[in-house]
């Protein structure tokens, strides 16, 4: 079974702190993907990476940064955390034109 | 911007009735998915159906595709209080775009 990991369901950070969220998956998938998903907007692409060093701009990728150095991790970060990038963030990794299999979720609270 | 869009927001049904969800999307795509989202998890890939099918199965699940039309839609046969849950459709183009879903509840 694929499996996809995110580093943790729940999060708490402070307003300018820098926040990494990481995520790993074990099936050598090439694509990897951040979304983040707030109550009546669904799922919104921040990035997505087709490979290692090569990332592309989702929809909102406005303060947000992505990493990925090796193919099975792909980590978000959030250069200095603000009030608005509270939400669910959720990992996702699949191959080439097939199916996206997710993380968990990290619930980000940034107070 | 948008380019995925379910019909409806929310649906209430009894166990035993089917349940259908409608999808609509503007780009041209490579395939259509669909999810399912239970309260706080992560999300469960169902069906992905390609741009040249029209129709795929999956035990209670039924997919149909129209690309004509731009839309999609999920139907869940002899539905089960276990199916409450969210349905996402997903459309891979040149980028990835979800709905907003459907919040699907099946009362016993």
């Known amino acids: 079974d694929v499996k996809v990991t995110q580093s943790s369901r729940y999060l708490v950070k402070r307003t300018g702190e820098k926040v990494f969220l990481e995520c790993v998956q074990d099936?050598?998938?090439?694509?990897m993907f951040w979304y983040r998903q707030d109550p009546g907007l669904g799922l919104r692409l921040i990035y997505f990476s087709y490979d290692v060093k090569m990332k592309e701009k989702g929809d909102i990728p406005e303060g947000y940064s992505v990493s990925r150095e090796k193919k099975e991790r792909f980590s978000l970060i959030l250069e200095s955390a603000s009030t608005n990038q509270t939400s669910m963030y959720l990992c996702?990794?699949?191959?080439?034109?097939?199916?996206?299999?997710f993380g968990p979720g990290t619930r980000l609270t940034v107070t | 911007s948008q380019q995925g869009e379910e019909d409806p927001q929310a649906l209430s049904i009894q166990e035993g009735e089917n349940a259908t969800m409608n999808c609509s999307y503007k780009t041209s795509i490579n395939n259509l998915q669909w999810y399912r989202q239970n309260s706080g998890r992560g999300l469960v890939h169902l069906i992905l159906i390609r741009s040249n099918e029209r129709e795929k199965h999956s035990g209670r699940l039924r997919v149909t595709l129209d690309t004509s039309k731009k839309s999609s839609s999920l139907l869940i046969t002899a539905s089960r209080a276990a199916d409450t849950a969210s349905y996402f459709c997903a459309i891979e183009g040149n980028q990835f775009y979800f709905g907003t879903g459907t919040s699907l509840t099946v009362i016993p």
């Open positions: 099936m050598d998938h090439e694509n």
């Open positions: 996702a990794s699949s191959r080439l034109f097939y199916e996206q299999y």
